[in-house]
């Protein structure tokens, strides 16, 4: 488990844990979530950011309900998400972006940090001539029989939680897939791995040069202690050159 500081750009490890590579990560994975305000009273969180491996309902709920922060988490396709004409009706895409009943993509307002929901409107986009992602046959457009057409400045406008109105929680992200937040946020959790990565093969940890569960396990904590403390030299020097240059 990496934190990635944007300020001061560094990354440390907070937790580790070493599992088989076939083994599900999300349960063992949500159990260190669990501990950081054990480990870290003083530490918030901001965003929790990982690969699809890590969308299952034990991970994001704990995300959102124990951190109460931004779930950046990849997402995990299923078969249904092929299927467009099925995406009005569950109400969302397959990147979980809330879709109207007839089609159109709704615009995000944003994540409410205090109420912890994505309010979403559809801002009349049918009015406005746009195409919708997926085209209804029998439908004619604007639909006249839309409730949101009259009287509604920015037509339907729903907010998200935990989960969607169907309970799926899969596709729920507080900040928008492929978004200039997403993009901001998801890279620069995976290059604080990466980063980890390239600094265990250049210690020769690519492979491990021990047999077993158990000491692969001691060797790699070990590691991450040696890869913290020198993170750590590292910002106290140039916090120190710093204060000699100003």
Known sequence: MRLADPFRRFSVTLLDDVRPANGHEDIPAAGLL????????DLQVDAVA???GFGFEAYLHTVYAALQACRVIDRRCHETDRDKTQWPTRGY?????????YGHSLISYGFDRERQRHKWAC??????GKEPQVKLSQV???????????NQPH???????ERFADASIRLVRDVPIRSSAWKSLYPRARNAVEDRNDTF?????????????LRSKALLFLADVLDTLSTLARLVREATLA???S
Not at 93 to 101: E, L, V
Not at 123 to 128: F, G, M, S, T
Request: aromatic residues 8%.
């Open 34 to 41: 669990l501990q950081l305000k054990t480990h870290y009273p």
């Open 50 to 52: 990982g690969d699809a």
């Open 93 to 101: 895409d397959d990147h979980g972006r809330p879709i109207c009943s």
């Open 123 to 128: 801002d009349q986009a049918c009015l406005l």
């Open 140 to 150: 004619a457009y604007p639909p006249p029989e839309c409730p949101y057409l009259a």
């Open 155 to 161: 037509g339907r406008v729903i907010n998200v939680g």
């Open 201 to 213: 093969e250049g210690w020769g940890l690519k492979r491990m040069p021990v047999f077993g569960m």
């Open 243 to 245: 204060s000699l240059v």
